[in-house]
Nanobody, 127 residues
Framework: QVQLVESGGGLVQAGDSLRLSCVVSGLTLSLYTMGWFRQAPGKQREFVALINWSGSRTDYAGSLKGRFTISRDNAKNTGYLQMNNLKPEDTGVYYC????????????????????WGQGTQVTVSS
């Protein structure tokens, strides 16, 4: 049984940092592209960042590049999302996903292309 479990969310103030983790079990993570998406209340799930199987290639939503950093440790079957200088508009539920599709592909920016998802972790940024 495949499981993705996110953690690390919480309530922070604008300008603070958070590091999200995504622990994966039931599959060989090194065979998958990993992605992070987020969903604000009343909005669709949107792409945040992705990382290829080895960690050598990354891609970010344009507005987040420079503040967010995605990484992975295949030996630990874990992915990470470091979020710095958080803003109130970063508030939402953050989800990690695993995708068997190789990077690069524009399909990796779409949540419906992912094979597995975690349950999400809430991030709330107060002003």
């Amino acid at each position: 049984q495949v499981q993705l479990v996110e953690s690390g969310g919480g309530l922070v103030q604008a300008g603070d940092s958070l590091r999200l983790s995504c622990v994966v079990s039931g599959l060989t993570l090194s065979l998958y592209t990993m992605g992070w998406f987020r969903q604000a209340p009343g909005k669709q799930r949107e792409f945040v960042a992705l990382i290829n199987w080895s960690g050598s290639r990354t891609d970010y939503a344009g507005s987040l590049k420079g503040r967010f950093t995605i990484s992975r440790d295949n030996a630990k079957n874990t992915g990470y999302l470091q979020m710095n200088n958080l803003k109130p508009e970063d508030t939402g539920v953050y989800y990690c996903g695993a995708n068997a599709r190789s990077y690069p592909s524009p399909r990796l920016h779409f949540s419906d292309d992912y094979d597995y998802w975690g349950q999400g972790t809430q991030v709330t940024v107060s002003s």
